[in-house]
């Protein structure tokens, strides 16, 4: 039971894996506690580019280091060099291939368990830190840091869990086989959780099936707030931009955004506004290509307001697995803030919205012609009418100023417990 101190505040410690730059969803949620009484403070990890510690609106970040993970990190790197020099004339000297598959299988599995040595020193480092803050509820951002918030919470406090994905289906290139261990971890750990909540309906059912979650799981809809700007602030009336904002990374189909650009109508373009790995391969691909530009990105903050000078905001990720495929991305509620009529991969959740509402098309992201002939009917001038009409009552409906409330409601019902 949590007994508080008469008008003590009720501390929460948020856990989550990355550096807090750029986490729309663990910012929101801080902010909406802790400018409503609540003690705060989130737990991270400390990267070249962030501060140990940083105070935001309603809250605390208190990022963390170990030196041995560094250090461990560091034995890895050089344990696996890199691959670009040209492999070297086989010689009657060298071993058979035999012990060169074996010597190569062994560097493999003692990179795999300095990998795994250097994630378990960080979160040993994130548990005595998360310890420290002596939180009523501790919150886990994921199936990665699940475990720090169970240990962290002893006996007597709480745990909320908040699964932005399905994690175990949602990792790249992993064999099946440790797909399984994950989700028997996340089923043995969601047990001891006191809630869990996630990003839509369709995750939500996954989870209960999946885990056997007698409870409620609370659906909270990852909005941007309102934004508050009536009139787009589109500056090119003789082109039709179509806005794709965030990370280059693989299985959103970027690269098929970029072919589509051949079957483009003259009056269309299409703007990248981004960073990520797959930067490099994506200019190549538009190198030749009028209608393709890159934009330097923005401030998490700014996004909303950035996209205001598109026509279309355009979401076009690959069905390539179950996390994916059931995928609700930020950006579909920031362009709906943003006033942007969009088009998207025709996926379970995406459709939902914007059919139900009529506020964009969809097509198939496999397919470069079909995302072509969606943002040709897109950007012509009576179906964005349309769908802008339309779009000013949607905005209404998801904001963060609605979702904000249930997580209100949930943390204000642990005072009681």
């Known amino acids: 039971m949590l007994e508080l101190p008469t008008g003590d505040a009720l501390r929460v ?18 902010e909406a506690l802790g400018v409503r009484g609540f003690k705060v403070t989130v737990v991270c990890p400390l990267s070249e580019r962030t501060n140990r510690m940083e105070e935001r609106t309603g809250y605390e970040i208190r990022r963390v280091r170990s030196e041995l993970f560094d250090y461990v ?36 599995l003692k990179k795999v368990i300095l990998t795994l ?27 990665d840091t699940l475990p720090i918030a169970l240990i962290a919470a002893g006996f007597d406090a709480k745990v ?122 994506l200019r190549r691909l538009a190198s030749r290509r009028r209608n393709v530009r890159f934009d330097r990105p923005v401030a998490m903050q700014e996004l909303v307001k950035a996209a205001q000078s598109a026509h279309v905001g355009v979401v076009s990720y690959l069905p390539t697995n179950l996390c994916n495929y059931l995928a609700s991305p930020n950006k579909l509620f920031e362009y709906i803030q943003a006033g942007l009529p969009i088009a998207a991969s025709d996926m379970p959740f995406m459709r939902k919205i914007i059919l139900e509402n009529d506020i964009g098309v969809l097509f198939d992201p496999r397919d470069p012609e079909s995302i072509a002939r969606a943002l040709n009917k897109a950007t012509r001038t009576v179906e964005l009418s349309r769908y802008r009409r339309n779009l000013t009552q949607v905005a209404e409906k998801y904001n963060w100023e609605n979702e904000s409330r249930k997580l209100l409601s949930l943390y204000s019902s642990f005072k009681h417990a």
């Not at 948020?14 to 730059?21: C, G, H, Q, R, Y």
Request: aromatic fraction near 6%; hydrophobic fraction near 35%.
């Open 13 to 30: 410690c948020m856990i989550v894996s990355n550096d807090m730059l750029n986490d729309p969803r663990v910012s929101r949620h801080a």
């Open 73 to 108: 990190k560091t034995m890895v790197k050089r344990r696996n060099p890199s691959q670009t020099s040209p492999p070297k004339a086989q010689t009657a000297s060298q071993p058979p291939p035999r012990l060169i598959a074996r010597k190569k299988t062994l560097a493999w």
């Open 117 to 143: 040595v250097s994630i378990l020193l960080l979160q040993l480092a994130m548990v005595r830190e998360a310890r420290r803050t002596r939180s009523h509820v501790y919150c886990a951002n994921d199936l």
């Open 160 to 281: 909320v869990y908040d699964s932005h994905e399905l994690w175990p289906d949602m990792l790249l290139g992993i064999p099946e086989f440790y797909r399984k261990i994950l989700r028997s971890l996340e089923k043995i750990s969601i047990k001891r959780t006191h809630a869990v909540m996630t990003v839509n309906e369709l995750i939500a059912d996954v989870l209960k099936s999946r885990y056997s979650i007698k409870c409620p799981v609370l659906v909270v809809y990852n909005t941007p707030a309102t934004s508050g700007m009536n009139q787009p602030q589109r500056t090119n009336r003789d082109s039709k931009i179509v806005l794709y904002q965030g990370l280059f990374m693989p299985e959103r189909g970027l690269e098929n955004l970029v072919k589509s650009s051949q079957y483009l109508l003259p009056d269309v373009r299409i703007v990248l506004r981004g960073y990520g790995g797959l930067e490099s391969e």
